[in-house]
């Protein structure tokens, strides 16, 4: 899952970050404010943006409309000091509002994790097979099976979303720190891997292949 903060100072960003990868595969980038933002989010794609709300109206809600008319599933959270802006927030397309948050990236991190449910998972059974996503490992028959970095990152990307199809380029954008420098091949090469070492161990294929879509996990 990639993910924009919005607002915050680095450090913190570097906490949250923490905090996060305790339940999800993520990438985090930062921008320092919505102008900077403009400048990911016009090249990369999120599925969850979480902004300090600086009290300016307009240009909060002309980027949230930006952002949903871009890709309806993104996500935006919005960090508040002022109780009263709650509603105001809400109005204008924002998802959650987090009240009085004192720089707490646990409680981000928790909130985050209750906004994206559906894509936190720690395990995925696949008969005798077992991908322990919390650990980063595969078990069959509990027994290690080799797939590390990427390969492992799309294989969990994947499970977790069973059943639902993303292109090349969804797949780059969630995994890679800088994913304009990586071809679609480079996928490519990794879904095969992927299917090459299951398929030796399940005896069938797990990742499908979407013609002219891209690929989703079905077994």
Request: with cysteine; glycine share 4%.
């Amino acid at each position: 899952m990639r993910i924009l903060t919005i607002g915050f100072e680095e450090e913190f960003v570097k906490k949250l970050e923490v905090e996060l990868q305790k339940y999800f595969i993520c990438i985090v980038d930062s921008a320092k404010d919505l102008y900077d933002a403009t400048n990911f989010t016009d090249f990369r794609h999120y599925e969850l943006i979480i902004v300090v709300d600086e009290g300016e109206k307009f240009a909060l809600e002309k980027y949230s409309n930006d952002i949903k008319k871009k890709k309806r599933e993104t996500k935006i959270i919005a960090l508040t000091q002022n109780p009263k802006n709650q509603i105001q927030l809400f109005s204008i397309g924002i998802d959650d509002v987090i009240i009085n948050y004192i720089d707490s990236a646990e409680l981000i991190a928790a909130r985050v994790l209750s906004n994206m449910r559906s894509l936190y998972g720690t395990r995925v059974d696949i008969g005798k097979m077992i991908i322990d996503i919390a650990n980063k490992k595969i078990l069959y028959d509990n027994k290690n099976v080799s797939l590390n970095g990427k390969t492992f990152d799309i294989l969990a990307y994947l499970a977790l979303r069973e059943e639902r199809v993303f292109s090349k380029d969804e797949i780059i954008n969630a995994l890679w720190e800088e994913p304009e420098y990586v071809s679609d091949n480079t996928v490519e090469v990794a879904i095969n891997q992927i299917r090459k070492r299951l398929k030796s161990i399940l005896g069938f294929q797990v990742i499908h292949t979407v013609r002219r879509r891209g690929y989703k996990f079905s077994y």
